[in-house]
């Protein structure tokens, strides 16, 4: 199996829908934030401080790093998609699947805490604008999460296991 990247809205379940499909697939799930977490040594909103630029340059040599590695289940931060250079890479050393949740369904669904960028959860939307084209553009496969975690887990190992050889 190539590495198996999902993207998407933060809070759309992408680790939590990960982390079941990774299990009953055999693999183990990497959150690409707790890994930049673990390579720092510091929380996301503590990076943050020093700005987005800073942050956004932490998540793409955390992505390269990740991406020498095999056979990975990734669960990407929201605005991996925003720096062409993290496409790039997930392309060449995997597939990426964009986990499609409405803005209301995280916000109804989700806990944004801890989310610098989501500090007003209004911002969601504009964030939503932002990126929904980037999510399809840098997307090889889409799963809608609707909100029946069963039925999404299946959607995403089924594309996993027939298309993501």
């Given at each position: 199996?190539?590495?198996?990247y999902?993207?998407?809205?933060p ?15 055999g693999?183990e ?5 707790e890994?930049?977490?673990?390579r ?8 943050f401080e ?6 956004r340059?932490?998540e ?16 990407t931060g929201g ?14 050393s995997?597939k990426?699947?964009?986990i499609d949740?409405?803005v ?9 805490e801890?989310?610098?960028?989501l500090k007003?959860?209004?911002r969601?939307h504009?964030?939503?604008?932002a ?8 997307a ?5 999460n609707d909100?029946i975690l069963?039925?999404v887990?299946?959607r995403?190992e ?7 050889k």
């Open positions: 199996m190539n590495n198996i999902l993207v998407g809205m809070g759309c379940g992408k680790t939590t829908i990960g982390g079941l499909v990774a299990k009953k697939l693999v799930l990497t959150d690409l934030d890994y930049i977490v673990m720092e040594g510091r929380t996301i909103p503590e990076i020093e700005g987005e630029a800073v942050f340059q932490k793409t040599e955390a992505l390269r790093s990740l991406a020498a590695k095999e056979n990975l289940f990734v669960a605005g991996i998609v925003t720096v062409e250079e993290n496409i790039d890479i997930m392309k060449k995997g990426v699947i964009f949740a409405s209301d369904f995280i916000l109804q669904n989700s806990s944004l801890g989310r610098p960028l007003d959860k209004n969601i504009d964030l939503y604008k990126r929904i084209a980037l999510y399809r553009k840098s090889d496969y889409t799963v809608a909100g069963s039925d887990c299946k995403l089924q594309v996993v296991r027939t298309k993501c």
